[in-house]
C-alpha cells in the first residue's frame, strides 16, 4: 500500500524531481552513446567506468525521478509493484544478483560480443540500481523507506559490500578473468593491469558514493 | 523503559540516538572481537602442534588477528564512553554516525587485503613492505593501509567532535582538562570541575588526533610510494611514525576503557566518580605519557638516535606511577570496605586491574632496554599486551556493555552469571601465564612454525582459551536477554 496521499502529490513541486530525471537520462546517454561507447571495447577500466556510471550516476538521479512516473495515482498496480521492489532487503537482493550475474566471466564477455545483450545489461544495471537507491529516497516514498540511521548505515554498508567483494576480486586478481580483452593490443597497460585498473575503478568509485549517500543522509534527529 | 534509580543515567527521549549509535559502536566491536578471538585461537593451535597453518595462512590469520583486535576494541571502548558522556554533555548523532562509517569502512578493506589479496605482512611497514611481499600484490598492500586510513580518519572525526563538545561544555580547553582544579588555591572561587568522563575524553580526543596526525605523515608517503611517486619511505622514519600511530592508537583504547570504570564504579561502590586534584593531574600527565613511550619499539634499530631510546625508556616508565596510585590502587581504595555489589561488571573491573597490573609489569620490565636486549623478540612482547587487552581492555569493556544493555533493558543479570566473569578471569590468567612463561623462555614472536620443544606451552594455552570462549558464551547468553529490550528503548518513535 502507498503512504502517499492525494493532498501530498497535488501541493508539492515537482521541479526538484524533473531536474533529476532530466539529469538522468542526460547522464546515461553519455555513458552509453559515443565516445564513451568506443573507449569501452578497447579498455575493461573503461567499461568499468561506464557501469560506475550508470549505477552511481544516473540511477540515484533516476530513483529521485522515479515519483513522477506515478505522480498522478495514490495507489494502482504500479505503485503496489514498487511497494514491493523498493522494500529494502528486496531491493539489495536484486541489485546484487543483478551486478554478480553480469560479472561471471562468460556472460560478461558474451555481452561485449553481442549488441543486445550488452543493452540489456546496462538497462538491468540501471533499472538494479534505481531500485538500490530509491529506499534512501523520501520524497513521496512508496514501500520502504529508510527513516533511522542505523538502517540506512547498514543497508548502504552492506549494498557496499556486495559490490566491493566484486571489486576487491576483481582488482586483486593475479590472472585476466574477462579474456575478451586479452587478444587486444597492449597500449599503456596491459590486459591483466587494465582489468586490476577496472576493479579500482569500481572499488574506490562505489565506496565513495556509498559512503557520500551516508553521510549525506545522517540525521540528529530520533 | 528500566526503573532508573538515582544511580542510573538519565535517559531522555533526546539521549536515545546517542544510545542507540553507543549500542552499535559496542556491539559491532563486540562481534568483531570474538570473530578475531578465534582467529586467536587457531594460531595457538598452530603452535600446539595440534593444528599446523601454512605460513602463509599463519602470518594472513595474525595480521587479521592483530589489527581487527585493536580496531574492535578501540571502536567498543569509544561506544562506552559516548553512553556516558551523554548523560551531561549535548553529543551529535550525526557526527557519531559518521565517524562509525568511516571508521568500519576498514573492516571490507581489511578482508579485501588479506583473504583476497593475500596480505600477510601484519602492520609494520618496513621497506619492501607493505607493497612487495612474496606472496601478495601491490594492490594487497595498498588496501591494507586504506584500513589503517580509515580507522585513523574515523577516530579522527569521533575525537574532533568530543574535543568540541568538551571545550563547549566546559567553556575552553583548559577547564574541559581541568586545569582550574589541579592549579586551585584555597581563596579561590570554586573551581570548575568537568565530569571524570569529560575529563577522560577531553585527554583521549587530544591523544587521538596527535596519534592520528602520526598516522598521517607515515601514510601518505606510503600511499605516495604505492603511486610511484617516492621509490621507497625511509624505513626509520616509517618505523617511528607507524609506531606512533599504531602503539598510540593501542595504548589510548586501554585509557578509554579505564574511563568507563569511572563512570561505573560508583554505581556498585557507591563511592568516587570525582574528579579530584590528583584525578585531574593524572589525565593531564595521560596525554604526554602516552604519545611518547612508542620510541621503546625500536631500541633494537641501531640506526634510532639514543636519545628517542631515552625519550621511550623514561616516558615508559614515568606512566607507571600515575597509573599504579591513581587509577589502580585510587579505584581499589572505592573499592575496599564499601560493600561493592558482586556483578557480572563490577567482577569485570576487579579482574581489569590486575590484568592492567600483570601487563603493566610485564611491559615496564620489557621497556628497560637492558631486559629488551633479551625479550624483545619473544613472545613476552604479546604476553604483555594481551595481559592489557584480555584482562583490561575487554573486561572493562565487556563488563560496561552488560552494564548498559542490562540498564537499558530492565532486565536484571542471572545471580549465576557472575561465575562465567570469574571463570573468564581464571582462563585470562591462565592463557597470559603461559605467554609470560614462553617469553622468558625465549619463544620468539611472529613465528609460525615453531620448534617442537615449543609447543608444550602453547598446548597448555589452549584449554585456557577453550575456558574463556566458554565464559564469554555464557555471559552472551545472559547478555543477550536484554538486547531486544535495550535496543527497542533506544529506538526512535513512531512518527504521526
Known amino acids: 500500500m502507498t503512504n502517499l496521499n492525494q493532498k501530498q502529490l497535488d501541493t508539492r513541486s515537482w521541479k526538484w524531481e524533473w531536474a533529476a530525471w532530466i539529469a538522468g537520462i542526460f547522464t546515461f546517454a553519455a555513458a552509453v552513446l559515443p565516445p564513451m561507447d568506443e573507449f569501452v571495447d578497447a579498455s575493461f577500466s573503461a567499461h568499468m567506468l561506464q557501469h560506475m556510471i550508470l549505477t552511481m550516476v544516473s540511477a540515484p538521479l533516476l530513483a529521485y525521478a522515479l515519483p513522477l512516473l506515478y505522480r498522478n495515482q495514490t495507489s494502482s498496480w504500479f505503485t503496489n509493484l514498487l511497494d514491493q521492489l523498493t522494500r529494502p532487503a528486496v531491493a539489495l537482493i536484486i541489485s546484487a544478483v543483478g551486478i554478480w550475474i553480469w560479472h561471471i566471466p562468460f556472460l560478461y564477455d558474451v555481452a561485449l560480443e553481442d549488441e543486445f545483450l550488452h543493452f540489456l545489461e546496462h538497462v538491468v544495471f540501471l533499472l538494479a540500481f534505481v531500485l538500490f537507491w530509491r529506499p534512501l529516497m523520501s520524497n513521496k516514498a512508496v514501500g520502504g523507506y529508510l527513516k533511522s540511521n542505523e538502517g540506512r548505515v547498514l543497508y548502504l554498508t552492506i549494498g557496499m559490500f556486495t559490490t566491493g567483494l566484486l571489486a576487491a576480486y576483481i582488482t586483486l586478481a593475479k590472472h585476466l578473468i574477462y579474456t575478451h580483452y586479452a587478444p587486444l593490443e597492449a597500449g599503456v597497460r596491459s590486459p591483466l593491469a587494465d582489468q586490476q585498473l577496472g576493479g579500482a575503478y569500481m572499488l574506490v568509485v562505489g565506496t565513495v558514493a556509498m559512503v557520500a549517500a551516508i553521510l549525506l543522509t545522517l540525521r540528529d534527529d530520533p | ?496
Not at chain 2, 136 to 153: D, I, N, P, R
Open chain 2, 1 to 496: 523503559m528500566s526503573d532508573h534509580s538515582i544511580d542510573s543515567p538519565a535517559y531522555g527521549l533526546e539521549n536515545k540516538p546517542i544510545l542507540r549509535v553507543s549500542l552499535v559502536y559496542m556491539l559491532t566491536g563486540f562481534v568483531i572481537f570474538l570473530i578475531m578471538g578465534i582467529l586467536g585461537l587457531m594460531m595457538r593451535l598452530d603452535h600446539a602442534g595440534w593444528w599446523v597453518l601454512s605460513p602463509d595462512w599463519f602470518y594472513r590469520i595474525m595480521t587479521l588477528h592483530g589489527a581487527g583486535m585493536v580496531a574492535a576494541l578501540l571502536m567498543a571502548a569509544m561506544g562506552g564512553i559516548i553512553a556516558i558522556l551523554n548523560k551531561t554533555v549535548k553529543l551529535s548523532a550525526r557526527w557519531l554516525w559518521s565517524a562509525y562509517v568511516i571508521y568500519s569502512l576498514s573492516v571490507p578493506f581489511l578482508l579485501y587485503a588479506v583473504l583476497i589479496g593475500g596480505y600477510a605482512g601484519g602492520w609494520t611497514a618496513l621497506d619492501p613492505l607493505p607493497y612487495h611481499g612474496l606472496t601478495w600484490g601491490k594492490s594487497a598492500g595498498v588496501m591494507m593501509y586504506v584500513t589503517f586510513l580509515a580507522v585513523g580518519v574515523g577516530f579522527l572525526i569521533y575525537c574532533v567532535h568530543l574535543f568540541d563538545v568538551t571545550r563547549r561544555k566546559a567553556g575552553g580547553v583548559r577547564r574541559a582538562l581541568a586545569w582550574e582544579v589541579i592549579f586551585s588555591r584555597k581563596s579561590n572561587a570554586t573551581p570548575y570541575e568537568p565530569e571524570v568522563a569529560e575529563l577522560a575524553a577531553m585527554a583521549t580526543s587530544i591523544i587521538g588526533i596527535v596519534t592520528v596526525f602520526g598516522g598521517i605523515l607515515v601514510l601518505a608517503p606510503l600511499f605516495a610510494e604505492a603511486a610511484g611517486l617516492l621509490k621507497s619511505v625511509n624505513p626509520l622514519y616509517s618505523k617511528n611514525f607507524i609506531m606512533l600511530f599504531g602503539h598510540s592508537i593501542a595504548n589510548v583504547t586501554i585509557y578509554i576503557a579505564v574511563a568507563l570504570v569511572y563512570g561505573l564504579l560508583p554505581v556498585y561502590t557507591k563511592r568516587g566518580g570525582h574528579t579530584t586534584k590528583f584525578v585531574a593531574l593524572a589525565w593531564n600527565f595521560t596525554i604526554i605519557l602516552v604519545l611518547t613511550p612508542p620510541p621503546h619499539h625500536l631500541y633494537q634499530d641501531f640506526a634510532q638516535p639514543l636519545g628517542l631510546a631515552i625519550i621511550g625508556q623514561v616516558a615508559s616508565w614515568s606512566i607507571a606511577p600515575s597509573v599504579l596510585l591513581l587509577t589502580i590502587l585510587g579505584n581499589l581504595s572505592y573499592i575496599y570496605r564499601s560493600g561493592m555489589r558482586w556483578a557480572v561488571p563490577s567482577v569485570m573491573i576487579a579482574l581489569g586491574f590486575w590484568g592492567w597490573v600483570f601487563g603493566g609489569i610485564g611491559g615496564t620490565i620489557d621497556s628497560a632496554i637492558p631486559a629488551n636486549n633479551l625479550l624483545h623478540n619473544t613472545l613476552w612482547v604479546p604476553a604483555h599486551f594481551h595481559a592489557y587487552y584480555l584482562l583490561g581492555v575487554t573486561t572493562f569493556v565487556w563488563g560496561y556493555l552488560f552494564y548498559l544493555i542490562s540498564d537499558l533493558s530492565g532486565v536484571k543479570e542471572k545471580a549465576s552469571t557472575k561465575i562465567a566473569a570469574w571463570l573468564y578471569g581464571i582462563a585470562g590468567a591462565g592463557f597470559l601465564l603461559v605467554f609470560f612463561l614462553s617469553g622468558a623462555d625465549s619463544v620468539p614472536r611472529r613465528y609460525a612454525v615453531h620448534l617442537p620443544e615449543w609447543n608444550l606451552l602453547a598446548a597448555i594455552a589452549v584449554p585456557f582459551v577453550l575456558l574463556t570462549i566458554f565464559s564469554l558464551l555464557w555471559i552472551i547468553w545472559d547478555m543477550m536477554r536484554g538486547l531486544s529490550g535495550a535496543w527497542r528503548n533506544t529506538g526512535a518513535p513512531k512518527l504521526e
